[in-house]
């Protein structure tokens, strides 16, 4: 019996948190209530209160169970992989949801981050997750090239990082993400990693 509760239990927050992303990107974080996520989740508010303590409660589990996008970068296996991966990130801040409520709730989440400790520290472990796992991708595509000092590769890395973290934060503030000169900065990069010329390979 206690496995089962504890099933269920886990279950219910599971609804809980899909109900609550649902409300947070159309509603926005601000103007969501705990009474929309409970509409949203069939759930009674009581019900959600027992899970979670109040609505920066719901956020930090929810920020917690992103899916970080670091594997696709462990997987590729080329320059080429490498290139067509960046270029598909870069495309992807250019189509921004029709309302841009998905841009503002993650600037609502940004504003958050930088009052709450807890929030702080779960966006901090997911971004530096998804750094270490580009600067580990670039190394060892690099190495297999022999081509560069093991700095200049990190170097490699950290601007191509700069351009992805740069097109999505153009992206949130409603300005022209210059897709096209990324992506160009992005080939020369990965050219000069890899020591000739790339094709995209996706």
Known sequence: MPKRDEAHMAAVRQQILAAARVVFERKGVA???MSDVSTQAGLSV???YVHFRSK???????????EVNAAPFEACS???ELLGLVESSLKLQERPDATNQVARTALEIAAITRRNPDVQAVVSKNFKNL???LLETVVRIGKEANHLEE?????????ILSLLVS??????????TNT???????RLLIRLLHGAPVRVKR
């Open 56 to 66: 920066e409660d719901v956020l930090l589990q929810l920020i917690e169970a992103a």
């Open 131 to 133: 750094r270490r796992a």
């Open 31 to 33: 103007e969501a209530s």
């Open 151 to 159: 700095s200049d590769m990190l170097a490699v890395g950290e601007s």
């Open 167 to 176: 097109a999505q934060a153009q992206m949130l503030i409603g300005v022209p």
């Open 180 to 186: 096209e000169a990324k992506m160009k900065a992005a």
């Open 78 to 80: 080329s320059a080429g």
């Open 46 to 48: 009581g019900s959600i």
